[in-house]
């Protein structure tokens, strides 16, 4: 086993950007981890902000649900824009 | 069955498979294995050229080569995230490593006799692995594919550098282009041997195409290498060392001689150049990092604890 926790490490690739998944590490503490994922996956400027997790604390949803789960969403159509017919003069809305 | 038919309609799709997914247990065994050897791969493929850092002619390529070196380092890192996805533990994969239980790619069990070396090294070694690579960029596991997306766009700078090294000895002194021809006439084959058994001899070949982790077969990839090199070594003046290395009009492509797959054979097993020694120091590096890990660990509970006290 490892002794040392694993994180997930996220980078914000420049500002206006949300935080995105680039993968993991080992490290003994929080402090490392920033650290070590700095030296992993920004060694060329790829990124001005980075988050990591303990893999442990993310809440995930399981994928064998994912009909019902995403269900409620996919019969209502009326949420897109492409529902309404409008005349043309007023089809850019 | 239900299961089955969802993983087999993602993968007739072109989409991919991600962690949680259910998967077929070969699908997931050989993902474990490649990766793991991938990784195994680039953390050992460090040594060859780590042993020219402090022979480096100047500190312009001394920096250029310690960069290439860590970015070997994180490509292991990158792949070994990859496969705990899997739900393997990466210290068991590298105990896997320390034991021989898995393996790595043969070229980095041959010797770096030369400063030439490092350049052919970044010209066909990292070549090859260029060609071998670009196409898992779209391997059906996702963390694979994503982690292969990461290490291609590094890898154009080890091609690079190592060829406008070679470049410098080309232009250099009769001394340079014969060592820059040496280093040729040893590393083209073992380079060739990096795309893994003929297509009739490839055990694990058509599962994988199958299930779309590799995309083309080997001699596929050997072939294209081949085409695509031989101009290159033109530019550099060396010879490739192969008598029946020649164009084929008919096959728009280069012919070229016998690999000796004995040789391969053997590397494999254990018998190459350098493969007691390229273990040996690996596993030297981590037996006398132990303490550092202890230490860190250490550390952090004492924080944890002060944390917890205030
Ligand atoms: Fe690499
Ligand atoms: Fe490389």
Same mark, same amino acid.
């Given at each position: 086993m490892s002794e040392w926790p694993l994180w997930e490490v996220f980078v914000r690739p420049r500002r206006g950007l949300g935080h995105a998944h680039v993968g993991s590490l080992h490290a003994p503490d929080a402090e490392m981890a920033l650290r070590n994922a700095r030296d992993l996956y920004t060694r060329r400027q790829e990124g001005v902000s980075i988050w990591v997790v303990p893999a442990g604390s993310i809440t995930a949803s399981?994928?064998?649900e994912k009909d019902s789960f995403f269900d409620p969403a996919g019969d209502k159509v009326y949420r897109h824009p492409t529902f309404y017919t409008l005349p043309p003069e007023v089809d850019h809305l | 069955m239900e299961q089955q038919e969802q993983f087999d309609a993602v993968l007739a799709a072109d989409e991919r498979i991600e962690p949680r997914d259910w998967m077929?247990? /070969?699908? !997931? =065994?050989?993902?474990?294995?490649q990766i793991a050897q991938h990784a195994h791969s680039e953390i050992i493929g460090m040594q060859p050229e780590g042993a020219w850092l402090t022979k480096a002619p100047s500190l312009r390529r001394k920096a250029i080569l310690l960069a /290439?070196? %860590?970015?070997?380092a994180g490509h292991g890192m990158y792949l070994y995230s990859a496969a705990e996805t899997l739900g393997v533990d990466?210290?068991?994969l590298l105990? !896997?490593?320390h034991t021989? =239980? %898995?393996k790595y790619s043969t070229i980095f069990n041959y010797p770096t006799l030369e400063w030439a070396d490092v350049g052919v090294i970044g010209w066909l070694v990292d070549g090859a692995a260029i060609v071998n690579q670009v196409p898992l960029c779209r391997c059906s596991y996702g963390p694979y594919a994503r982690a292969m997306i990461r290490i291609c766009k590094e890898e154009s700078f080890h091609q690079r550098q190592g060829f406008e090294m070679l470049l410098a000895l080309r232009d250099g002194t009769d001394g340079q282009r014969a060592m820059l021809q040496d280093a040729v006439n040893r590393w083209w084959w073992p380079s060739l041997m990096m795309f893994g058994p003929p297509d009739g001899a490839s055990a694990n070949s058509s599962a994988s195409m199958a299930w779309k982790i590799k995309r083309h077969s080997n001699d596929d990839l050997r072939q294209r290498f081949v085409d695509m090199t031989v101009p290159q070594a033109d530019v550099l003046g060396v010879r490739l060392p192969d008598n029946d290395l020649r164009w084929n009009a008919? !096959?728009?492509s280069h012919d070229f001689g016998e690999i000796d797959w004995e040789e391969f054979a053997r590397v494999v097993k254990g018998d190459g150049p350098c493969n007691t020694e390229r273990i040996e120091r690996r596993t030297a590096a981590h037996t006398e990092g132990e303490w550092v890990r202890e230490a860190a660990t250490a550390y952090a509970r004492k924080q944890a604890a002060k944390v917890g006290a205030a």
């Open positions: 399981s994928p064998e | 077929p247990e /070969k699908y !997931r =065994a050989t993902l474990i294995r /290439k070196v %860590q970015d070997e990466r210290s068991d105990d !896997r490593l021989g =239980a %898995q008919e !096959r728009n």
